[in-house]
């Protein structure tokens, strides 16, 4: 099988290309190396390998000094093999279609992984959240849902609220669709607000089961026991980095060390994180937190001293120039992508297992799939219903991937993505191919 990945374009009008480094990248050669594995057939390759639709709309907004501004927004539908679109929607000012594409695919894998009937997808718009009112942004969010109408749909496509957005622009998002279908079509937005049907346990999802796979990779790799001993460090202090930090306190683990964007706080004997992380919902940061630390940036927390490394804010930190630095026994990947597949090599080498994003933080898309299906049944499942079903399908999931790693002695990356791949494989050869 040949790679075309010269033809793929990588970037955005008049943005560069990106190196072999980046999440669209890595993304794109785990699949290429399990679909090498799994020695899938080349007319199956190419169907998998490309996207199945790419669109790119232009949003009119009347901005708060009266002039129009006109935002580019983008949908990026990876594969619907195994049943509707669903994945992230984003607000970044510097969106890149690379990172929709990179999100398209690992959500495709992670369903696949985690046995969900969705296909992925990824999407948003290009403007800076922080510059504009609440009122221009619902226009924005409105106005790019309306000129995808024709492709999205609890049957077709549904949103999920990611980077920047959050459980109003979903509320948003399925008021248009329910006012142009003329009945509340709930469920083509998820992680909504739990009035308008959103999922008891959706705002910690992707938290709790890190902690559910982090149990069982503890027990898989003798890091002591089940609760208590590790000392973690987690970069990020967000939805999905903070949750899990409070998640390990919970468990009697010392976080030593948390991060945001403005840099790193460090303490080898523990940090106090429920205050730490009660100063950042009132502040918005950690710039000016008090406490028992040192301070240093982000690069430098994560060549740190601990047992367990949490990367759960932006992709691609963990590369060739840091892998062999690491000091940690475990890597658990919050974000998607955050470990490239380089680095991925490295650690092998040196015995650092890392448990791909695909697995460790998709608690957040089966929280997802639940929504989806208590709007369409007019159910609304109990936290412990929730929380059940939800370990269940990690426990699945890691016991597929540990088998398959075992069996064909491959890093846990590649068994994710050869289980992913091949799932998905199955059902197009089932479906076969219509034209």
Known sequence: ??????????????????????????????????????????????????????????????????????????????????????????VSGDLRVDELRALAGWTTWKCALANIPFGGAAGGIRLEREKHSAGVLEQAV???????????????DVFIPDKSADEQFMAWMMDVVSMHSRHTTNAVGLGKPTVLGGSRGHLDSIARGMRTVLALARERF????????????????????????LELVEDDCRVVGISDYFGGLYNPNGLDIAALLDHRNRSGHLRDAKGDFVRMTNEELLLQECDVLAPCAIGNVITAKNADKLRTKLVIEGANGPVSTRADHILEGRGIPVIPAMLANSGGMIINYFEWVQNRTGEQWSDGIVHQHQKRFLTEAWQAVIALSTEKKVRLHLAASMVAVERLATAHRLRGVYA
């Open 142 to 156: 409105r106005r790019y849902t309306s000129s995808l109408l024709d492709v999205i749909g609890p049957d077709r």
């Open 222 to 245: 003798e890091l002591g026991s089940d609760r208590g001993g590790l000392r973690a460090i987690v970069q990020g202090a967000g939805s999905v980095g903070g949750n899990f930090a």
């Open 1 to 90: 099988m040949q790679s075309n990945d010269a033809a793929i374009d990588t970037g955005l009008r008049g943005q560069p290309s990106f190196d072999e480094e980046t999440p669209f990248a890595t993304m794109m050669s785990l699949f290429d190396e399990a679909a090498e594995r799994l020695d899938i057939e080349s007319d199956l390759y190419a169907i998998l390998r490309k996207p199945d639709r790419e669109m790119n709309v232009s949003i009119p907004v009347r901005l708060e000094d009266g002039r129009i501004g006109v935002f580019d927004g983008w949908r990026v539908q990876h594969n619907m093999g195994l049943g509707p679109y669903a994945g992230p929607f984003r």
